[in-house]
């Protein structure tokens, strides 16, 4: 079974730009979750969506907002990108929600 | 609110030798989930062990065992016979749904940087 894809691997935008990334989980997973990791936070929870609906949602500005497919692919938007966006945002698929989360390998994103 | 402090920024371990991370948390509740996670260097993020808080008995996953403490609150990770492919930032995190709406809350720890040493 193929494991969460992201795309992009790697991305570099400039301040005031927006962004789109994408996550694929794996097949037969309804749940998808947002982290933001960071060297001094570890990871923090953007939010989570299933069935298409947002579940939950971590502290984190309107400038972060999400979507599910159908197909249960997840894409996470960062408009107006601040310089501290700058980190590695995970993915994380999981049968339910609250069962065990596999993590994709992450896009990193570079804010200049 | 609940939160997970993992107190050793990095560690190192010869190899074949026994080393463990700590992790406590905090939290009113007496139903939910703790975890370890580990994350190689450049690599994905997958699960180590899991334990369920209901479970008085501590989880074992070969070479890798908890040490539950759930009136301590602390979540220990032990790891036996450790080997260079254990080198990773382990994370500790906890998780409690609640039952009536779905709503959950997974909270990680800031990480264990653990080097295993030849």
């Known amino acids: 079974k193929a494991g969460v894809t992201q795309t992009p691997r790697y991305l570099i935008k400039t301040r005031g730009q927006q962004v789109t990334l994408s996550c694929s989980p794996i097949?037969?997973?309804?749940?998808v979750s947002w982290y933001q990791q960071t060297p001094g936070q570890g990871l923090q929870f953007l939010f989570e969506?299933?069935?298409?609906?947002?579940?939950n949602k971590g502290n984190f500005p309107g400038r972060f907002s999400g979507r599910q497919f159908s197909n249960s692919r997840s894409e996470m938007n960062v408009s107006t990108l601040e310089l501290g966006d700058s980190a590695l945002y995970l993915c994380?698929?999981?049968?339910?929600?609250?069962?065990?989360?596999?993590f994709g390998p992450g896009t990193r994103l570079t804010v200049t | 609110a609940q939160t997970v402090t993992q107190s050793q920024p990095e560690m190192s371990v010869q190899e074949a030798e026994t080393v463990t991370l700590s992790c406590t948390y905090d939290?009113?509740?007496?139903?939910?989930?703790l975890f370890w996670y580990k994350q190689p260097p450049s690599r994905q993020m997958i699960l180590v062990i899991r334990?369920?808080?209901?479970?008085?008995q501590n989880a074992t996953e070969n070479r890798f065992s908890v040490n539950f403490q759930k009136a301590a609150k602390s979540f220990s990770l032990k790891i036996s016979d450790s080997q260079l492919g254990d080198t990773a930032m382990y994370f500790c995190?906890?998780?409690?749904?609640?039952?009536?709406?779905?709503?959950?809350?997974?909270?990680f720890g800031t990480g264990t940087r653990l080097k295993v040493l030849a």
């Open positions: 994380a698929s999981s049968l339910w929600g609250a069962s065990e989360q596999y």
């Open positions: 097949s037969g997973h309804r749940s």
């Open positions: 969506y299933f069935s298409e609906t947002q579940r």
């Open positions: 939290t009113s509740e007496n139903n939910y989930y």
């Open positions: 334990q369920e808080a209901y479970k008085q």
């Open positions: 995190a906890f998780m409690k749904q609640a039952l009536t709406s779905g709503t959950y809350k997974y909270i």
